[in-house]
């Protein structure tokens, strides 16, 4: 390969009539706009979501119920989960950072430790909120269930 046999690679280059350079270019004159019309003048867009005339689909689609701005969404992690944990890493204590670890809580997320499943090790654990069926059984193996501000 030298100098005298480059080009760019296919499909790189793209080759097409510049539009609006001139009557001699084949696209001259209305520049493939048309004639007359808000289309075919310069500074014209459509609104989002408009579908020449007919009804959009954000009007089409029914609306119903209501949308909680203050709605306070928890990760929910059960017990058997916590088990595992504690079996395969180890563990007795259980806070946001090891659950971070572990890939089952993301760093900003409010963590809600529910009751399914069966607890055998005794674990602290620490959490922003527990279900009533959780905090029993992890006090009933002898643990504790901190919750945290």
């Known amino acids: 390969m030298d100098l005298s046999n480059l080009k760019p690679a296919n499909g790189s280059v793209k080759k097409g009539k510049r539009i609006g ?23 014209y867009s459509k609104k989002i979501g408009f579908e020449g005339g ?6 089409r689609v ?8 203050n709605r306070v969404e928890y990760k929910g992690i059960n017990l058997d989960t916590l088990q595992n944990l504690a079996e395969t890493k180890k563990v ?7 659950l971070v670890e572990n890939g089952l ?3 900003k997320s409010l963590v809600k430790i529910l009751g399914r499943g069966e ?9 922003h909120a527990f279900s009533k069926s ?12 901190e919750t945290l501000s």
């Open 21 to 43: 350079r001139g009557e001699g270019s084949g696209k001259g004159g209305t520049s493939t706009r048309g004639h007359k019309g808000a289309k075919s003048r310069s500074g």
């Open 54 to 59: 007919q009804m959009p689909l954000q009007r």
């Open 62 to 69: 029914p609306k119903f119920g209501f949308t909680n701005p």
């Open 92 to 98: 007795e204590n259980i806070d946001l950072d090891v």
């Open 105 to 107: 809580a993301a760093r």
């Open 119 to 127: 607890l055998k090790a005794k674990l602290t654990v620490k959490a």
């Open 134 to 145: 959780a905090k029993e059984a992890i006090e009933a193996k002898g643990g504790t269930a």
